[in-house]
């Protein structure tokens, strides 16, 4: 009776968990498919591109329209110096960034032992830029950035992404600094260790994922930004990669086989990292999903 029940038993779950792996695997093609559609068209003529359904691979394959996106062609300019560009600026943000959110993050974490409502009532306010849209501050961050100087410049697209993503980082940190153990820091603040230490000797190497987990969220928001790069460059030397290949659907018209190129060359950077980091972003947010345990 006992081994039918259990024989039961592991045959329910070995169908429950074959239905599962037909799900994951219909949610898997479903979220590729964008992608193969966008790599497939790009290896298509513009002609087979705007006649053939996306999904139908290229008669006669051709990296013509990558190299077109990429290296572009008369007065069109192509991604290359784009991506180039956008990476001097995306780099340094995004470092900055994390490293500054998470020193926010401690600090209001170190603030809340003494004064509770003083920390959560600051941090409150600081977290409202995270939920502020970029849209609703055009005209000040213009202005703010012409009267310092700063518009059309490298550094200005710099500051105004900190503006947004500094308090982003801030409140991803603080979600992963509560399950450092309180007595480590009271034990190193008795050694006479300062708050600078205690933060990146003691309290860093034990939250390292999650600041890992959050430098790769602010790289992937920093990266599909279109906004920002869009209203505070004005010329085409300041042209940057979100913008650029907006072009490429829109001000150069409508070329099918080209805007899927140019598509493809811009996820590329975000792909490479997620491919390569991916496991460290998923812990990251499984451990937000459990209150930040186990980081």
Request: proline letters at 6%; zero cysteines; a positive charge.
């Given at each position: 009776?006992?081994?039918?029940?259990?024989?039961?038993?592991?045959?329910?779950?070995?169908?429950?968990?074959?239905?599962?792996?037909?799900?994951?695997?219909?949610?898997?093609?479903?979220?590729?498919?964008?992608?193969?559609?966008?790599?497939?068209?790009?290896?298509?003529?513009?002609?087979?591109?705007?006649?053939?359904?996306?999904?139908?691979?290229?008669s006669k394959p051709s990296l013509d329209a990558y190299a077109f996106a990429w290296f572009g062609y008369?007065?069109?300019?192509?991604?290359?110096?784009?991506?180039?560009?956008?990476?001097?600026?995306?780099?340094?943000?995004?470092?900055?960034?994390?490293?500054?959110?998470?020193?926010?993050?401690?600090?209001?974490?170190?603030?809340?032992?003494?004064?509770?409502?003083?920390?959560?009532?600051?941090?409150?306010?600081?977290?409202?830029?995270?939920?502020?849209?970029?849209?609703?501050?055009?005209?000040?961050?213009?202005?703010?950035?012409?009267?310092?100087?700063?518009?059309?410049?490298?550094?200005?697209?710099?500051?105004?992404?900190?503006?947004?993503?500094?308090?982003?980082?801030?409140?991803?940190?603080?979600?992963?600094?509560?399950?450092?153990?309180?007595?480590?820091?009271?034990?190193?603040?008795?050694?006479?260790?300062?708050?600078?230490?205690?933060?990146?000797?003691?309290?860093?190497?034990?939250?390292?994922?999650?600041?890992?987990?959050?430098?790769?969220?602010?790289?992937?928001?920093?990266?599909?930004?279109?906004?920002?790069?869009?209203?505070?460059?004005?010329?085409?030397?300041?042209?940057?990669?979100?913008?650029?290949?907006?072009?490429?659907?829109?001000?150069?018209?409508?070329?099918?086989?080209?805007?899927?190129?140019?598509?493809?060359?811009?996820?590329?950077?975000?792909?490479?990292?997620?491919?390569?980091?991916?496991?460290?972003?998923?812990?990251?947010l499984a451990a937000l999903g459990g209150g930040a345990k186990g980081v």
């Amino acid at each position: 009776m006992e081994k039918r029940i259990s024989r039961g038993n592991y045959i329910i779950s070995s169908i429950k968990y074959a239905l599962l792996e037909v799900v994951a695997a219909i949610l898997m093609i479903m979220w590729l498919v964008p992608l193969y559609a966008m790599i497939l068209g790009g290896l298509k003529s513009n002609l087979e591109a705007a006649s053939t359904p996306i999904l139908l691979p290229p008669s006669k394959p051709s990296l013509d329209a990558y190299a077109f996106a990429w290296f572009g062609y008369a007065t069109i300019p192509g991604l290359e110096p784009t991506m180039l560009r956008y990476l001097i600026v995306v780099v340094p943000s995004v470092l900055l960034s994390t490293i500054i959110g998470t020193m926010t993050a401690y600090f209001f974490f170190i603030l809340s032992e003494k004064h509770g409502i003083l920390s959560n009532s600051l941090f409150s306010i600081m977290a409202l830029a995270t939920f502020l849209p970029i849209e609703t501050v055009t005209f000040p961050l213009i202005e703010l950035e012409t009267s310092l100087n700063l518009y059309n410049t490298y550094i200005g697209l710099i500051f105004a992404l900190l503006i947004f993503y500094v308090p982003t980082s801030a409140l991803l940190m603080s979600i992963f600094l509560p399950v450092v153990p309180r007595y480590l820091m009271e034990s190193a603040r008795m050694d006479g260790a300062g708050d600078w230490t205690i933060l990146w000797r003691i309290v860093f190497p034990l939250i390292f994922p999650g600041f890992l987990s959050t430098l790769i969220f602010v790289f992937l928001q920093i990266w599909n930004q279109f906004f920002i790069p869009l209203i505070l460059t004005n010329t085409p030397n300041m042209l940057m990669l979100p913008v650029a290949a907006r072009f490429y659907t829109a001000a150069y018209a409508l070329i099918y086989n080209r805007s899927f190129a140019a598509g493809v060359i811009s996820s590329l950077i975000p792909l490479i990292i997620f491919i390569f980091l991916g496991r460290y972003f998923i812990r990251g947010l499984a451990a937000l999903g459990g209150g930040a345990k186990g980081v």
